[in-house]
């Protein structure tokens, strides 16, 4: 049995040996690309060929590793790669320990050089100047719905979307204290205080609620103020060493953020696309129904429509409208240059591939 082990492990060796000297050349031939693509102007980002090195990856494999498995080892592959000839710059609402802090990790890995801002007019503002190479900015919640400063943002930013990732939403409640029976005030952002009011009422019905710019300013403040507590991730619970008092404490277990990743490009096609759209439309009866036409004439599934004041003109709206498929398809094309018809304006956020 140890000679068996001893040979196994020999066998082992010999393949890690193999392994470091492929992933080496690997290296080797990405720093080549991000090279040529630094000289043609070309984002080192790019979530379609991504999605579709991961896609055939998982194809190929058969096992024991699970296709879960081959994804985690490649995505943290990929996250370090990407910074092999330059950081990227990564801007996110932040501050540290928000969940745009953790979806921007998840996406871009440790690698990346993170900017955080006040607000979320400071991500599209870095990206835009080219202060940061992508932006990261959460835009809708299965529970509480849309992000509208991030929507409003886009009717007046040039930037496109170019990916998008879905994170599922756990909140803690955290406090200096070691009871919550000292509590006296809870701090935290309006969206996780409204995805944890049923919560709240029943444990809490007296306490005084305050509402903060993000769930780490909350925990901030509490790190800094006896006998409060704040509803945040676990993330800044151990940034800011907070004691969590209580944990997933959402009302629905199906709690998730959509979050979107900002650039200046727009990814070639996978196959598994969405494409977002900003249009304002003319003042008659039925005018939004004649323009959603054209997309159920083609089959072209709706995934959300959500109307923003334009804050122009008085009782005129903007129309932000997503869609599956990707904007030069044959189908999606005809209906957006119907839909460009019948519209005052109409401007294509970006195609892009779709989440998981």
Request: charged content about 25%; overall charge positive; aromatic content about 8%.
């Amino acid at each position: 049995m140890k000679n068996e082990i001893t040979k196994l492990r020999k066998e082992i060796d010999a393949f890690d040996t193999k392994i470091i000297s492929l992933l080496n050349q690997r290296a080797k031939r990405t720093m080549r690309i991000a090279n040529l693509k630094e000289g043609l102007n070309l984002p080192i980002y790019d979530p379609a060929r991504e999605q579709l090195l991961l896609k055939n990856l998982k194809r190929l494999n058969q096992g024991p590793l699970s296709n879960h498995d081959i994804e985690s080892i490649m995505t943290t592959v990929l996250h370090i790669y990407r910074n092999l000839v330059r950081q990227l710059k990564i801007a996110y609402f932040g501050p540290e320990g928000t969940f745009t802090h953790l979806a921007a990790l998840e996406n871009f890995g440790d690698k990346a050089e993170y900017l955080p801002t006040k607000n979320i007019e400071g991500v599209f503002h870095l990206v835009e100047k080219e202060k940061a190479d992508f932006g990261v900015v959460p835009v809708e919640n299965s529970l509480e719905g849309v992000v509208t400063h991030t929507l409003d943002m886009f009717s007046k930013s040039e930037l496109t979307i170019i990916a998008e990732a879905v994170l599922d939403v756990h909140h803690y409640l955290v406090s200096k204290e070691k009871n919550s029976k000292n509590i006296t005030t809870i701090f935290s952002h309006p969206q996780p205080l409204a995805q944890c009011k049923n919560y709240l009422r029943e444990r809490f019905p007296n306490i005084s609620i305050v509402e903060t710019d993000s769930t780490s300013a909350a925990a901030i403040k509490v790190k800094k103020t006896p006998h409060t507590a704040a509803i945040t991730s676990l993330m800044a619970a151990k940034l800011y060493q907070l004691t969590i008092l209580d944990e997933k404490i959402e009302d629905s277990v199906f709690n998730a953020t959509r979050f979107l990743i900002i650039g200046k490009s727009i990814p070639a096609p996978t196959g598994n696309d969405k494409t977002s759209v900003l249009f304002s439309i003319k003042d008659k009866v039925g005018a939004l129904h004649e323009l959603l036409v054209p997309f159920m004439r083609r089959g072209i599934n709706l995934t959300k429509i959500e109307s923003r004041p334009s804050k122009t003109t008085p009782w005129k709206y903007l129309f932000f409208l997503d869609f599956e498929g990707y904007y030069t398809d044959t189908a999606v094309k005809e209906a957006l240059d119907e839909l460009a018809q019948l519209t005052l304006h109409m401007k294509i956020l970006g195609s892009y591939p779709r989440g998981e």
